[in-house]
């Protein structure tokens, strides 16, 4: 995959200033759109992409039932499953996720029921024996789960997503950054990080700013990608809550955190790995959203390019 170069770009204060950021902004969004292509194509991807099919999509109900239970799960699965697709083993002591499972059994074309049921039921159906009726949800059963962070085992293959650099200074330029961003922003020490393994999320507020969180961690330069990523929610996508529009809001708050980090010298080409993990999007649409990305990427450089020459 395409690594993101770590030349620094820098504009004059000109009248062509702002053509000549755009331009160079277009041509690093052309290579994340390569990057894109390539991370899709890659065997890590393919791998990832093979394990992520194996886990279950569970409905809304379950999904609230493991996270009152387990908030910080991410990744569940049966005991059984564990052991069999994935060589993982659960730990000694580990208190089960109870959630409802799917009874898939034969059951009566007419009420629905299982044969069982059927035949202690009021339903007349007679025309086709059991044996030949198909099968179809009869019911649901208590089943117990376990989250991967309750296990131990083989790892499982993950995408290197997380920004490289020197961000030490950049950090702190982000946060001050806030406020001409009107946006009001917190970094959360690990311990106390309530939403799963998300780096950050936006909430937004009625007559307020939009309130930014980060977890904090090690790496100050995926922790700057991931602020940046997070401004940019702010900056596009309050009020906005269409879930179809989820992926490409993704789209833009990536790219945003992609030519940011690029600018400031990192290494941002993990998000080419972010991005090929939504799917629904040709890597086409980041070009379709080139202004929305451009103007806002431009901004923050800006703000921030301000915050560290007042220092």
Known sequence: MA??????ETFDDSDTRHDEMHSTIEAWIQDLVDEVDD??????????LDVQSRFHDYS??????????????TRV??????????????????????????II??????????????????CEYDETPPDSWE???????????????????????????EAKGQADELVPALLEAADPLEVDVEVVPPQDWSHGSAKGICEYRPSEWPRVAV????????????????????????GVDDEAERSKRELEAEAIGYI???????????????????????????????????????EIIDIVSEVTDNE
């Open 77 to 102: 699965a049966g005991y059984r499953t564990w052991q069999n697709e994935f060589d993982r083993h659960v730990k000694e002591g580990e208190t089960a996720i109870w959630i409802w499972a799917p």
């Open 135 to 161: 099968k179809g949800l009869v019911g649901f059963r208590p089943a117990p789960v376990f989250d991967i962070s309750q296990t131990d085992g083989e790892p499982l293959p993950d995408l290197e997503t």
């Open 260 to 298: 940011v980090g690029r600018y400031f010298e990192l290494d941002t080409s993990g998000s080419a790995f972010y991005l090929a993990a939504w799917h629904g999007d040709e890597p086409e649409t980041i070009l379709d959203r080139l202004e929305r990305i451009s103007s806002t990427a431009q």
């Open 215 to 238: 977890r904090d961690r090690e790496n100050d330069a995926d922790l700057a990608v991931t602020l940046v990523h997070e401004y940019a929610h702010a900056l596009l996508h309050s």
């Open 105 to 122: 059994a034969k059951q009566c074309p007419n009420c629905g029921n299982s044969p069982s049921y059927h035949e202690r039921s009021d």
């Open 39 to 48: 991370a899709v194509s890659s065997e890590q991807f393919t791998e990832w």
């Open 60 to 73: 809304h109900r379950n999904t609230l039932l493991i996270k009152l239970q387990c908030p910080h799960a």
């Open 3 to 8: 690594t993101s170069s770590s030349s620094r």
